[in-house]
C-alpha cells in the first residue's frame, strides 16, 4: 500500500504577527517554525497503518519555500520512508484552494492508496485542504479521523468524530484521503537512527511552475485589525474586592 502524508510548516504560534508590506497578509515575527501539531497526528496514524500493514510505503510531502524542507525531513525522522517538497518561490501566501491544487497535482502521478492530511492547520485552522485535495483527486474523503483499521479488501474502516464527541464508523473506499483529529496516540518522538537518515536521504523537489497552476477560487484584497471601541478594564484589590466589582459591572450592563 502506498500512503502520502501532507505536512505543513507553521511559525511558532507564540510568535507575534505583522503584515507584509508587499501583500497585506500576516507574517510571524518569529524565525521558528515547525510541523502544524495536527499534521504530526497524521504522521503518526500513517506510521501506524504501516507498522500493521507490511510492504506499506509512506511519502510526506510539503508545499511551501526552502525552509518548509525541515517539516518533511522531520517527517523522514519520525519514520516515513520518502519526502517530497513543492518548491513555491517567493514566499507568499497560498490559499487553500492552491495549496490543494498543488498536492493534488503530485499525488495525481504517484497513484497513492490512501492521503492523510491534519484535520485543519494550526494558523490558518480553515480546514479545506485536505477535502480539496480529495475533490480534485476525484476521490471519497472522510474528516475528523481518530482511527484507521485498512484491509485487503480494497477498503479502510476508520472512526470519525463529530460534533459533542459522537463517533462513527464509516468503510472508505480506496483510494481514499482522510484527515485526521487529535487522538489519544501521541505523535511518536524521532529515533535517532532516523534522524541520521533524515538528514542525508536525497529529497524529490518539484518546482510548483513545472507541476501545475496553483489555482485559486478567491483574491485576496486587504486585511486589518478590528478598531478598538473601548478601552479594557484590570480589576485591582484582593479577590473579594475583584468579584465584587465584577458583579457589579454585570449588573450595570444588565448581565446578570
Wanted: hydrophobic letters at 40%.
Amino acid at each position: 500500500m502506498k500512503l502520502c502524508v501532507l505536512v505543513k510548516q507553521v511559525p511558532d504560534m507564540e510568535s507575534a504577527m505583522d503584515q507584509d508590506p508587499a501583500t497585506g497578509w500576516l507574517m510571524a515575527k518569529s524565525s521558528r517554525f515547525q510541523m502544524s501539531s495536527f499534521d504530526a497526528y497524521a504522521v503518526e496514524e500513517a506510521l501506524r497503518v504501516k507498522e500493521s500493514l507490511p510492504g506499506t510505503e509512506v511519502t510526506a510531502l510539503t508545499i511551501g519555500p526552502r525552509r518548509c524542507e525541515a517539516v518533511a525531513r522531520r517527517a523522514i525522522a519520525m519514520g516515513c520512508d520518502k519526502a517530497a517538497h513543492v518548491l513555491v518561490e517567493p514566499d507568499r501566501f497560498l490559499t487553500g484552494r492552491q495549496t490543494a491544487s498543488l498536492a493534488a497535482a503530485f499525488a495525481r502521478q504517484k497513484s497513492f492508496d490512501l492521503i492523510l492530511c491534519g484535520v485543519m492547520s494550526q494558523d490558518s485552522q480553515a480546514g479545506e485542504v485536505g477535502p480539496m485535495t480529495a475533490a480534485l483527486l476525484g476521490m471519497p474523503w472522510v474528516c475528523a479521523v481518530v482511527d484507521i483499521q485498512t484491509s485487503q479488501d480494497g477498503a479502510a474502516r476508520v472512526v470519525s468524530e463529530g460534533e459533542g464527541g459522537a463517533r462513527r464508523e464509516i468503510r472508505l473506499r480506496l483510494p481514499g484521503l482522510v484527515t485526521i483529529q487529535t487522538t489519544s496516540r501521541s505523535p511518536r518522538y524521532p529515533a535517532l537512527s532516523h534522524v541520521l537518515r533524515a538528514s542525508r536521504q536525497p529529497m524529490e523537489t518539484i518546482v510548483e511552475k513545472e507541476t501545475c497552476p496553483a489555482l485559486g477560487l478567491e483574491v485576496f484584497s486587504a486585511l486589518a485589525p478590528f478598531d478598538q471601541t473601548s478601552a479594557g478594564e484590570f480589576l485591582q484589590g484582593t479577590p473579594e474586592e475583584k468579584a465584587r466589582r465584577l458583579r457589579d459591572i454585570l449588573r450595570e450592563r444588565a448581565l446578570l
